[in-house]
């Protein structure tokens, strides 16, 4: 899957845009169903979190596309730290399609 959800820093004009953009690929407007947290501890204290629900609203962010996330994915697992983990999710486009892909989520287990 060459699919990565983005909701926080990681977005374009977003601090951390440059992370994606220098891996390059292809972005489209996209949301998730979850809440969107504000960590209130640990390293990442003040950024976003996302957690996960069918039930919830949908959470706006930005579906990025590349060949090159398979060899980029322990280094965005890095990036992103023992805060988050990355799962799959349905994403779901502005034309309505339902896209599989990966997003970072608040690591509930920690």
């Known amino acids: 899957m060459n699919q990565l959800f983005v909701y926080g820093t990681l977005c374009p004009n977003r601090e951390n845009a440059h992370i994606l953009g220098r891996i390059g690929g292809d972005w489209q407007k996209a949301y998730v169903r979850g809440t969107v947290h504000i960590l209130d501890w640990g390293p990442d204290k003040g950024l976003p979190a996302i957690i996960l629900s069918n039930k919830d609203p949908l959470v706006e962010g ?4 590349t ?11 890095d990036f992103e730290g ?5 799962v799959q999710v349905k994403t779901i486009l502005n034309s309505g399609e339902i896209v599989q892909a990966w997003t970072y989520v608040m ?4």
């Open 82 to 86: 023992v805060q988050y983990k990355r």
């Open 62 to 65: 930005y579906l990025f596309s």
């Open 107 to 110: 690591n509930e287990q920690i």
């Open 67 to 77: 060949e090159k996330l398979e060899q980029n994915w322990q280094m965005l697992d």
